[in-house]
């Protein structure tokens, strides 16, 4: 196994990108995956500026505001979340009510950039990055609705969705992709935390300065180290129950539930199908993921138990 080099981005985000002299490998990232010019103005207050224990697991994220006063939240999330998609949009609507004060006029809502790097297979599509922004079309012509010449002059947009949040979705955990297209070159680091000697997309040249192992101190390198190997335990573990546990076994015993209630009954089947053996690998794997500080949401999601078996664990 190549001995790692570079810090990676999750780490970085929590503990090296907050300070204003590493600002350029964010603007960076940001620049390229926005396909605009990023110049960050400040952090602002965000859940994960607090250094919690519980959030060991790749739940870090970062608030920045640019100089037109736009928010870019930036979230990394490591563990499995069913619900993800509705955290997305509740964290971007807690911004835009965060971030106008009373009285204000609607116009003064600011901008939001949802920014979500995941490592875990978040939905299903074969793509690795996704845009999602809001437009409005008509039912009975189809045609998209503009905002008028006053609107764009006012609120210095072309568009409506504009003033709407933004959401991009980056699913890394899997893509080791080398290239010359600078979003390809990001997305390369944050799956592999490696930097190539010819990367060349904006702010990788800064994170190779900036983000060396070798340049923490022992103490800081201990905890990374720490905090990489419950990253990998995770991973590990979460591959074993996709792999054992949901696929070879749940989802087998589902099947055959099915079958046979085709014949005795559908809620009778299921339970006949979930067989003794793969109901035995589930709880094996969930008390693994158990003493791993996993939480019970995500081993019930990669597991297929129930909240009352897993509590008998």
């Given at each position: 196994m190549k001995e790692r080099t570079f810090i990676s981005f999750d780490w970085a985000l929590k503990r090296i990108l907050r300070d204003k002299a590493n600002f350029?490998?964010?603007?960076?990232f940001l620049t390229t995956l926005l396909n605009f010019d990023v110049k960050i103005h400040r952090l602002l207050e965000s859940e994960g500026n607090q250094d919690r224990r519980e959030s060991k697991y790749n739940r870090v994220d970062l608030l920045a505001e640019n100089g037109d006063g736009e928010l870019i939240l930036i979230e990394v999330q490591g563990e499995p979340e069913f619900a993800y998609f509705q955290r997305m949009l509740f964290g971007a609507s807690k911004l835009v009510t965060d971030y106008i004060n009373g009285g204000q006029n609607y116009e003064n809502v600011k901008k939001i950039y949802s920014v979500n790097i995941v490592y875990f297979d978040l939905g299903q599509g074969d793509d690795v990055v996704y845009h999602g922004k809001t437009e409005f079309r008509g039912i009975h012509k189809g045609d998209l609705l503009r905002l008028s010449?006053?609107?764009q002059q006012k609120f210095e947009v072309s568009d409506i969705y504009e003033l709407y949040p933004e959401y991009y979705i980056l699913k890394v955990n899997d893509f080791n992709q080398w290239s010359r297209v600078p979003l390809d070159q990001w997305l390369y680091f944050l799956a592999t935390s490696d930097i190539p000697d010819d990367a060349d997309a904006p702010g990788l040249k800064e994170a190779r300065e900036k983000l060396t192992i070798m340049q923490m101190s022992r103490e800081e390198q201990r905890a990374y180290e720490s905090y990489w190997m419950d990253r990998h335990i995770l991973e590990n573990t979460m591959t074993t129950a996709r792999g054992e546990g949901k696929l070879e076994g749940y989802e087998e015993g589902k099947a055959q539930g099915r079958e046979e209630g085709r014949k005795e009954g559908r809620e009778?089947?299921?339970e006949e199908g979930r067989t003794e053996g793969a109901r035995q690998k589930a709880l094996e794997i969930a008390r693994k993921m158990k003493e791993q500080g996993v939480p019970d949401e995500s081993i019930i999601e990669i597991t297929g138990l129930?909240?009352?078996?897993?509590?008998?664990i």
């Open positions: 350029g490998v964010l603007e960076g010449p006053y609107q009778e089947g299921r129930t909240k009352e078996e897993l509590s008998g």
